[in-house]
Every structure is written in C-alpha cells, then in structure tokens.
C-alpha cells in the first residue's frame, strides 16, 4: 500500500538483481522503465548501501548524511549517476579518490565522473557527504519534530543517493544519530547503540536484498516494544508517544505472520514488526500505511486489516519484488486478497460474501473493470483496481485452479523468486504449469483486459452459481 500522498553480500544482489541489466537503457541515464526512464542506472549493480544520518528534531528542515554505496559495473565506465533529490553535495569519492567532477541533472540525478575509468566487472564504492533540506515526497516531519521515511514509487531519492529502481536490490546497513531521548528505528535487526555528548547513535541491518523505497528510518521519543516468533524471530514495535498501543492489536501481528506463513511459505526476513508513527506536520499528507521491508510503517495505531496487508507484502513485493513498475499487481493484487485469506480463516464464505457482493455492486460499472492489472499505464502503477478487480481476480483463479494448485502456486512463486524480481507475466505462467491448464483465456480477461470477464472466467466452476444473482 502506498501512502496517500562483503563478497557473499556482492554475489548474492548479483544473483538477484540480474533484471535491472535485462531492462533496456534509455536515452539518459535510467534503467529503462516504460513507466519511469530516467529512474535508475543500467551501468552498475548495487549490493549494499551504507546510510549515515544525523538528524536534530530541532531543526526539521536538516538532515547530514554520509553515504557509501558498494556494487559492481555492469559495463565500463567512464561517469555513472545516483538518484537525490535536492541536497548540497559536499563531495564524491570513488574507491577512495575524489571524483574527477560531479553535477546535478534532471528532478534527481547526480552525474559522477571518477578520476579512473570502471572496467566491467570491477566492485567499487562510492562515498557522497550531502546535506540540506530532505525532501517531503519521501520524508516526512511530524508533529513533534520527529520524522519518518514512506512514498511509493519514490522515497529513497529524499535521504540518500541510491539507484532508485526496484530491480536494483541491495543489502542495506543505517547509522543514525539523534540527540539524546529520540529514538531511530530502521529495517532488519538493530546493532550497537552508543552515546556521548549529548547524542545517540542507532544502527539497524537488514540482511535480505531490498527494493529502495522500502528503506526507511523513523525519529520520535518511541516506545519501543519486543517479542520474539516462535523461531526466534524477533519482533520490534515501535510506538510515536501520541500513537495507540493496543495490547491485542500487537500480539496479532504474530498470528497474521503465522497465518501469512501457512499460505504463502515461510516468514522471508530475519526481523519482523512494526513502525506506528504519530500526527504529521503537514495534516494534507493522509494516513501513511507502508510495507516497509521487516517493519511496515503505519499511522496512529494498527489493527488486523492494514497489518494484514502491509505484512502480506513482506512475501508479496518485498521479498519478491517488481521487475519495472508495470508489475504492481504481484504486490498489491495479492496483498488485498490477503486480508480476503485472512477474513476467510475468521469464518467468512469468500464466494457468497465477498466475491459475490463484490461482482454484483460492479458488474455494470465500466469503470470498474478499465484498467489493466498488468501494465495499467504511467501514472497508474498503484491505481485502485489493483487493490479491488486484482483481489477479485486472485479469488477467481483460486476457483478456476482449485486450492490445491492455487496455494501451491504461490508457495512456489515465492520460494523460487526469495529476495529477486520477477514478472507478471512470469506469474501467469507458473500459474498454468502447476495447474496443467491453459490459462491465457483467463489471464486475457482479468489481468490484461478493460472490460468486465466474460462469464466463463468472471463466475467459473465453483462460482457458477453467483451468475444467476
């Protein structure tokens, strides 16, 4: 959900992040998404981002930052680019030698030329010192002077210089430093706290190669709460100080992940939880609900259905993650039919209730079914009918398929594509070969067409009985 608006780490991003290379570059410097071109480098492949922070709630409009990204050129080169925006760049090192020259271009590129040429294959690094003004299409200043990281497609490019494509996966370590009472949270597993002179300094690691806009870090006096999964697993929650701490709400999140494993395969990530952040100081910014990778970000408080969805995205976006932007379905289709799953397994008749309601309510509405589920247009990678006529489609397959090859094709699809990219229709065919069906009928309707199914695929085998209603 969007808001409203190291060798063994090197060859393990290599494996995964082989989709950002298979993409066409465009005329600038992008990776060639049919929805954002200039998004991106083709030129290199990351696989880690070192972030060093240092934020004062008593100056919002501040962020110092110091960060080193490590990855391997996918071609020679002679100048390369990062995604940011705004900032003042103090300085740009490439292996340990200042860049022959960096400037600015286009809404968020910063041009490097290093002082030597990259060969193919070489693994290099790459140091930029910015500070200034972070950017509010990512960042977010709260009430109290906090702040918190959430945007989809974008919010990496507001706080660090990254190559902002989802296909461009990466290891990522944060050090963040605030004054003494402020607390940082971040993704993965916390490391070392340290203090002294009159500040904090917190570290957080996330293992598993991550998509940049579910990077995050999170400012306020939080009240930090920790569990454990039954493997061990920990789970960290960290509340605002005028967020809602709900006892039950919290323990459920251990029996949504317990219920997503059951579906979907097990828990990818080594951490699990939540970010719960209070009031923002822009009121027009919306509710903010992020799948930020092991730790989603919500507003106020949580409850079963956001935690559901936002949590079901951990396999569904996260782990398995786009391979341009085109693919939005993988996450959101599956994640809103997971609180469908989840409504399910709390005793409701998904055909009768919801599927049916749901049908009946829009079957006569053009709108309704007008948009593509795959490659639904610029502009419209996170548009509704992903949530509602892709949560429909999940259902329907469900019946074409039977649960046995439905449930196995998700399984699957998440154990083959673990911590990579992958495709819709990528999807659409390891659908067919565990169900032995052709289903390109179906797909054509559902996932690739503008108008409501014919009935053979809106109301199939077990649904058949709906079509009289």
């Given at each position: 959900m969007r808001t409203r608006r190291t060798a063994t780490t090197l060859a393990l991003a290599t494996a995964v992040g082989v989709a950002l290379t298979a993409l066409p570059a465009s005329a600038a410097t992008g990776v060639g998404d049919p929805y954002f071109p200039d998004d991106?480098?083709?030129?290199?492949?990351?696989?880690?981002?070192?972030?060093?922070?240092?934020?004062?709630?008593?100056?919002?409009?501040?962020?110092?930052g110091d960060t080193t990204v490590t990855a391997r050129a996918t071609r020679a080169l002679d100048r390369f680019s990062l995604d940011l925006k705004g900032f003042t760049v103090a300085s740009v090192v490439v292996d340990g030698v200042p860049a022959r020259s960096f400037s600015r271009s286009g809404a968020h590129k910063l041009d490097v030329v290093p002082a030597r040429?990259?060969?193919?294959?070489?693994v290099f690094t790459v140091r930029v010192a910015y500070a200034g003004t972070p950017d509010a299409e990512g960042w977010h200043t709260l009430a109290d002077g906090g702040a918190n990281v959430a945007g989809?497609?974008?919010?990496a490019t507001s706080w660090y210089p990254s190559n902002d494509h989802p296909s461009d996966k990466a290891t990522f370590a944060l050090t963040a430093t605030v004054p003494d009472g402020w607390t940082a949270i971040g993704n993965g597993r916390p490391g070392p706290t340290t203090a002294g002179n009159g500040r904090t300094t917190f570290r957080w690691n996330e293992d598993r190669p991550m998509a940049t806009y579910l990077s995050t870090v999170a400012v306020d006096r939080f009240t930090v709460h920790r569990a454990q999964l039954p493997d061990g697993t920990p789970v960290i929650t960290a509340y605002s100080p005028d967020a809602v701490i709900d006892p039950a709400a919290e323990a459920e999140q251990q029996d949504v992940l317990a219920f997503l494993a059951s579906k979907f395969g097990p828990y990818p990530f080594s951490s699990a939880g939540a970010i719960v952040v209070g009031a923002q100081k822009d009121p027009g910014l919306g509710p903010i609900a992020l799948e930020t990778q092991s730790r989603p970000t919500y507003s106020g408080g949580i409850f079963d259905a956001p935690v559901v969805h936002e949590n079901a995205h951990q396999w569904f976006g996260d782990s398995v993650s786009f391979t341009d932007w085109r693919d939005g379905c993988l996450a959101e289709c599956f994640a809103?039919?997971?609180?469908?799953?989840?409504?399910?397994h709390k005793g409701a008749d998904l055909d009768t209730g919801f599927y049916a309601a749901e049908v009946a309510a829009n079957r006569d509405d053009p709108s309704y079914w007008s948009t593509r589920l795959y490659d639904p247009g610029a502009g419209r990678e996170l548009d509704a009918a992903l949530y509602f006529k892709g949560s429909l489609m999940l259902h329907a397959l469900r019946r074409t398929v039977g649960d046995e090859a439905f449930f196995a094709t998700l399984r699957r699809w998440t154990a083959e594509h673990a911590c990579g990219n992958a495709s819709f229709p990528q999807f659409e065919a390891l659908a067919a070969r565990v169900s032995g069906r052709d289903l390109t009928g179906f797909f054509d309707a559902w996932a690739h067409g503008t108008t409501v199914p014919a009935k053979?695929?809106?109301y199939p085998g077990p649904l058949a009985p709906l079509a009289g209603r």
């Open positions: 991106g480098n083709c030129g290199y492949d990351v696989a880690h981002y070192d972030v060093r922070i240092a934020y004062d709630p008593a100056r919002t409009d501040h962020l110092d040429k990259l060969a193919r294959g070489a989809e497609p974008h919010s809103q039919y997971a609180n469908q799953l989840w409504e399910e053979e695929f809106l």
